[in-house]
């Protein structure tokens, strides 16, 4: 397996904008997670930062099937004897909905040293307006 090295001037980052409201979260995270990692291109490499910026707006208006707002929860544990913590999904989403698309993004890219980069490369948006410069809407 041969992997070409894009050059520097092939490195252009696009602009892409997603409505949460027209996609489950599942298949919302796996569509933003390629394009931050850069897959959709040719010229993408696996060591490098190829990905482009995405702008998903409507996030509170992600769509969730079946019963999950009443049985997923969300857990942290402090470390200490009786520090876990326990938060259903409708609950989440009712105080901060950006945590629940962020976290359901984060799971969908790899763990490496790339991950945080290209995690604030996504910026997410309650409504639908923002200041960004859009090149592509992402279906």
Same mark, same amino acid.
């Given at each position: 397996m %041969?992997?070409?090295?894009p050059?520097?001037? $092939?490195?252009?980052?696009?602009?892409?904008?997603?409505?949460?409201? &027209?996609h489950? =979260?599942?298949?919302?995270?796996?569509?933003?997670?390629?394009?931050l990692?850069?897959?959709?291109?040719?010229?993408?490499t696996?060591?490098l930062?190829?990905?482009?910026?995405?702008?998903?707006t409507?996030?509170?208006?992600?769509?969730l %099937?079946?019963?999950?707002p009443?049985?997923? $929860?969300y857990?942290?544990y402090?470390?200490?004897?009786?520090g876990l &913590?326990?938060? =259903?999904?409708k609950d989440?989403?009712?105080?901060?909905?950006?945590k629940?698309?962020y976290?359901?993004?984060?799971?969908?890219l790899?763990?490496n040293?790339l991950?945080?980069?290209r995690?604030?490369r996504m910026?997410?948006v309650?409504?639908?307006?923002?200041s960004f410069?859009i090149d592509?809407?992402l279906?």
């Open positions: %041969t992997t070409t090295l050059k520097v001037q $092939e490195l252009k980052r696009e602009w892409y904008e997603v409505d949460a409201s &027209k489950s =979260l599942g298949r919302l995270a796996t569509a933003v997670a390629r394009v990692a850069g897959k959709h291109k040719a010229n993408y696996p060591h930062g190829t990905g482009d910026f995405v702008v998903i409507n996030i509170e208006k992600v769509k %099937t079946g019963r999950k009443l049985q997923k $929860e857990f942290h402090s470390g200490y004897p009786g &913590k326990r938060r =259903l999904l989440v989403m009712a105080n901060s909905p950006e629940v698309v976290r359901a993004v984060r799971g969908m790899p763990t040293r991950r945080a980069g995690l604030k910026k997410l309650k409504g639908a307006s923002h410069k592509k809407k279906a």
